[in-house]
């Protein structure tokens, strides 16, 4: 049972309240940030619950185009040719205009989000007021929740920013205030800093073990976020410690099946650490709570069940992904990151490297589906896919009921591994255990030792196609030669997106 499906009734309300407020009104109207929830009766310790649900609410709620805009940088993945998105497909090849739509919809509605976490921390505090001792400290944990989910939304932004704001409250007439723009290290420093206030106040387990919000923030959560953070601040022993701490729990477990992992097997499983979930409530018609996975999507295909709805192929595995993967032997992971069509194939088999190519590499998935060829990719994405056949009966949107992996376990093994090549020291295990943990999985034999560039290279085989976790280790670690690939041209100076043009409007400071 996911978090919504545990408080529906809560959660269809806060939809319909945060629907007519609506995301625009939020940031230009910071005064009904202050009571978002009506005539409520803050002397009910019981609502202090809904003010956190709306805040998991938002977060949840991303726009098809954010995760895209997040991670379409990387070498292992590139834009869909052919679309009705140009300048989408210029960003993959690192011309940026700061008028594009998608460029401004991200830091709008991710801001948008992040003061309505505020907005919820806020009204959490009003319940506190007028609440016993208990209540108080289960408001305590819930502003702690919501804490890292804000968290995450400022590391996001700033990776793809850099310089962003850092709002303390739902008043944003605050951000016209700001004399100097936080760097990205001060933001990332900020982050670790919250975290580390949060940890102490969240459920000591993992995400599914929770019974109140199932999939919901616990102390790992927090952890896994300032270890995130600190890498990119290059703080490897914090990265270390951090990591390690998870490991050491003895809570989290690799999922045995990676290929299941993306898909509805996998949800909540004991190697989620963050999930966007997302459900149609085990019904075929009615509520429900999606993200938009058509993007991702093959434009045609052969569904094994009849009327599934194919995608729209704005989101390709890259060649150079798929040669890397073929080169070391993968298999469970490169079918699972990449669907492929006959004339992918093809194209792949011009190379007279890759001439034969192993059995499963088909425009059949395992669950019988048929890639057909279509104009816009040669590829698409299997980890944003689900199979027609785990689509509930009478739901026929690509995807549908499928959470979105934001951190897992697999990720946390070679964050710590990663840092211990980089000089820290840690106490939950080798690095060389920590990446066999993650090869085994995957049926790679095992390494009798580790270096930078393995581990570099065994985040490329299992977080390909996963928010752009590619690009930003590649920024992190200097590795910039890496992202000029296929007639790209990548240099320093295009590390971060343009400010949007909207926002420097609205605050000059962005334009200084």
Known sequence: MKLFEKTKV????IISTLAIIGCTDKLDEPELNNNFAGGTDFTDASGMQLSA?????????????????????????????LGDQPEFTEMDKFNYSKDHWMVNSLWENIYAD?????????????FQEFANEANVALGNQYIAEIKVLRAMMLLQISQVYGNVFISES????????????PTKSEVMQHISTQMDEAIPLLPDMRPNERADLPGGVTRYTALAIKALANQELGNYQEVADASGQIINSGRFSLFPDFYELFKTPGKLSDESILDLQYSDFNQGEGDRFAHLYAPYGPQNWTPAIDGSASGWGFYEPSLKFIKFMLDRGETVRLETSVLFTDRGIAELQTDPAYATVPSFVSNTTRDGDVINDYARAFFASGKHYLPSNQLISGRTDYGSNKNYNLIRYGEILLMYAEALTQGASGSAMTAVQAVNLVRSRANMPALTSVT?????????AELGMEWGKRYYDMLRLGRL????YDGRTFSESKAFLPYPQPQIDQFPILGN
């Not at 809560?10 to 309300?13: A, D, S």
């Not at 976490?117 to 806020?122: F, G, S």
């Not at 739902?170 to 723009?181: D, G, Y």
């Open 481 to 484: 030669g890496e992202l000029s």
């Open 10 to 13: 809560c959660f269809v309300l």
């Open 53 to 81: 649900v709306g805040a998991y609410e938002a977060f949840y709620s991303r726009g098809w185009e954010q995760p895209l805009i997040i991670s379409v940088r990387g070498d292992d993945v590139n834009s869909g040719g």
């Open 170 to 181: 739902s008043n944003t007439e605050l951000l016209l205030e700001v004399e100097t723009l």
């Open 114 to 126: 992040i003061i309505s976490a505020h907005t919820a921390m806020e009204q959490i505090g009003r």
């Open 452 to 460: 930078l560039d393995d581990i570099v290279d065994e985040k490329f």
